[in-house]
């Protein structure tokens, strides 16, 4: 059964990850995971938001 529409709120903490369906790999190479890390910074610029990453 899908789910409704996700409510969006601009107060809201929303946890985020990246991991493939059935935990497969995301980025098979470093280029795309570069790639990746590229766009988390380009969009960071813009908008309000921290990162916390987990080694």
Known sequence: MPTGP?????SACYHII???NQR????LEEKDYAVYL???KKYKKNLVFL???SA
């Open 38 to 40: 590229a766009k988390l």
């Open 6 to 10: 996700r409510l969006l709120l601009k």
């Open 18 to 20: 990246t991991r493939g």
């Open 24 to 27: 497969q790999q995301v980025f």
């Open 51 to 53: 990162s916390m990453a």
